[in-house]
Structures are given as structure tokens and as C-alpha cells.
């Protein structure tokens, strides 16, 4: 049996397994690759890299973009079969999709128009909100806990991953010959006490463990401490008369918000003239969704609905659906809380709400979700002085909060707890979901406490499953890694400079209209510059401070 690494290795973003054996070929996850324009790049691989046509199911983990966001476009390309996942991802993953859609149909409209301006022709989006529609029909839903077979010796189990709402790891059984090997896919695993969703259920055996390490090297602290360091950011810029701006994801994230502020709410820690905005009209029709399973809830959360109590409901929530609306909370005076998406303040409406606040002392941003590499969340966290958002650069003046703890991942050391249920001592544990240097950390740990044999696989990175410990892994580093030739572009620009310089005497004498428009683009490169040389000392400062 083969398995092939697709995305989520040595990264966070884009996961997705494709396993081979005896009877099948079929896909664990198909997630979007987000960042850096190579790494979403990726998303258009399909027919060399996932060859949907070849795929017989897809087991799905969860309903977050980084894990279903590529499945409207393996179905547009091909992909016939079953998609496998528990009735609240399917309930998710619909609103998740046809978002996601929409966003790839504006963006290709806004650069199409661009290029056809330029003369060039236009762009196609990843996928239509057609496509995603298309998918729908595609999911079908199987209970927690229950086996089930997609084809004859091949049998799945989803467990609760306590992630969000309807998140599961997965059992998986696979028959070859007279050999059976269990494989186990955490997914994303949640933070044990995480508000709404239950504990993640564990097992005890596994052949091979895929282990999600997105916090493979730090601890959170506790939802009491968090919800108190929420507490003084909503204090500061209250008494300042200025405004929190949470950037969040729009499914659980933004519903376990809510939830805290109604406990703050009901602790007497949330001003009764300080407003909440919900401004995402995808966390409009998530909460909506919430609203309708309270059956998959943990039990405090039931308990507290017996009561005829609410924990998404407050006195002073607005949901903010149109776009205009979103702009008037711009133009509003006096403090609020404001929750928008994207949680990395990569993308949305959340830009333009960091856009507006950043630089006035008195505001907050909040970052409670993990911040990628190359994100400007992850800048603002790393402490830089400004981001550049919407193609301004910001000074930054508001005070930063990262409260790690309302994190709907697992810490290190619950992670490590998490493992600590396994009794196959046999296993081998393969590090997916995290940056590079975090697993290297977290391997450590799991080889010395657990003496099992970890890997850290790359991206493209495919794997001979054995079950007794033979594996062999072929590195595939070109995939991984493309190399950038950055003595042939520096020595390019050097030399494009110094014709520049050759030619000063001629350029000095020519008429100034002219003069006036080459210095206008001189002085546009410099400033490129400017911001290319402030990036790269800022990285390197980050870069000795770590070593
Ligand atoms: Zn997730
Ligand atoms: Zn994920």
C-alpha cells in the first residue's frame, strides 16, 4: 500500500493523502493550498498530481477550507465518486464551498479585467460556484462511531476530533490478501475544554499514525486566562473610546467568541454600550447552523440550554450582512468589537477593518487562531512596526493581543496526551499539519517519551506502507522546494541599473516631461525597494531572535 503527502506537510494549509492498494486509490482530505502564490499555485495541479478521475472515494475530516476546499474542483475535473464525512461537515462544508467559490469567481473577474486592459486574455477562477454545487451532490453522510465499508476490504470509522462541529479522525482498516493494516488520521484535533464541541474520543492501536502538529512546539494557556486577557482588550480600548478588531475564522472560532462573551457578559465584563459585530455573512449562516445541532454539543453547553439560556445569543450582537453595512461600522464613532474573517487577515472584510483601526493607539487586534508564515497576521503577531494591508503600508499603533488559549488546536502538551492512549508499540507516527520547525520539536518529544519512529514527510513525498516497520519514503525535494535562482536575478537587476547609470548624461538632457516620467518610475522601483529591504531585515531580526 502507498500513500502520497499532497499538501499539509512541512505546512498548514492544503491537506490531503492519496492512498493506493490492492483494490483502490482514493483521498483522505482535499484541501486548498493557501499563502504564497507558489504554494497556491498547487491548486491547479490536479491531473498530474490528484488525477480526480482516479480517485474512488474521498474521506473527508472536516469541513475547513485547508481540508474540502479543492473538492468542487476534482468534481469539475473528473473525480465521479463518493465523498464520505458526518452530517454537520456536510451541513458546513455546503456554505463553506459555495463561499469559497464566489471568492475564486471575484478574483478571477477582477484580474481578468485587468489583463484583458493590458491586452492579455482572460483568467478562469479555480472553481464556480456551479462546481461547487455540483459537489454537493456528490457528499454522502455517515454517523460517528459507526464502521462502514466504500469498497470490499477497505473499512472507515469517523471519531469525534473535537475540532469543530462535526469534525472527526479516522479509523481506517485496510484488507490486503490475508494482511489487514490499520491506519489513523487525526485530522485536526481540538483542544480538550474547547467551549461548545466535545472532547476529541480516542483510540488505542494503529499500524500508522498521520498526526496533525500545528502546535507541536507551545502550550496554550487556559479558557479561564484567555477569556481574562479578552476581558483587559475590551477594557483598554473601551476606555479609549476606540474599537477590538478580532480577525476570525467564521465557522466555531466565531461561535466560541460569542459564547465567551456571553460569559463575560454574564461575569458583568462586557460594557452594555459596546456593541458586537458578527461581520461575515458566512458566520451569519454558520451560527445559523450551530444553532440547529446542538446535539453533537458537549455537555455543559446542553446543560446550559436546558436552562433556556443561549451562549451565541447577547443583548448588544449585530450580524452585518451587506457590504455597506460593513462599511458603516467604519465611519461609527465610539468603542466596539468587531469579529470578521479571514482569521489571518490574509483576505475579507477584515482587512478593511485592520485598514482603519491599526494605527490609532487606542484599538485592539485580537488574534485568537494560529497565524501562517508570510500571513500579516503573523507579521503583526512577530511584533513588526508596520503591514502592508490593501496595498498601504500601516503603521502599527494598536495594542496586539495573541491569546493562543481560544485555539481550536490542540496545545503540545495535549497533543502528547492525546498519543499517550496508543498501546501499539510498533506504531509509526508521521508529523503532517505544522511547520517544519514546531514538528521538529514535537518528533523530539514523541521519540524520547514514546520511543516510537517518527517522520516529518515533504510535500509530494510518497510512502510504501508495510505494516511490521519497513517503509520507505522517496523524497521528492524539486516538488517541495522549487529552487530560486537568486544570483541570476540579483546580477540581472544589477546590470539593468547600470545601463541606467550609462545612459545619466543622455537622460539629463532630455526634454522634462520625459525626465519627470522616468524618475517617476525610478522612484516607484525604490520604493519597492524600501519595502523588500524593511521585509528582509525584519525576517532576519526574527530569524536571531529565535536561534
Ligand atoms: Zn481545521
Ligand atoms: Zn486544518
Redesign the pocket.
Known sequence: MKITFLG?ART?TG?CYVLECEHSRFAIDC?MHQGNRDIEMRNWDENEVYQPEALDFILLTHA?I??SGLLPRLVAKGFAGPVYMTAPTRELVEIMLEDSARIQETEAQWRSTKKMRAGDLPVEPLYTVEDAQKAFSRMVVQEYNQSFSPKPGIRVVFNDAGHILGSAFIELWVKEGDKETKLVFSG?LGRPDQLLVRDAQTVETADFLFL?S?YGARNHKNEAESRDELASAIKYSYERGEKVIIPAFAVERTQELLYSFYLLHKDGRLPADMPVFVDSPLAIKATEIFRRNWDYYDQQTKELIKKGENPLELPNLRYTLTAEESRSINVSQGPAIVIAGSGMANAGRIKHHIRHNIWKPGASIVFVGFQAEGTPGRRIVDGAQTVRILGEELSIKAKVFTIGGFSAHAGQQQILDWLSHFRSPGMSVYLV?GEHTGQKVLADLIRDKFNLTVHIPDYMDDCLLEKGGRFELTAHPSLAAPRIDWDYLLEETAAKLSQVQERVDYLKRMGLTNQVEIRGNLVAINSRFTTILSELIFEQKQAEKRD
Do not use: L, Q
Open positions: 499539509a498548514v491537506s484541501g475547513h485547508d481540508h485536526d496533525e500545528t499539519h
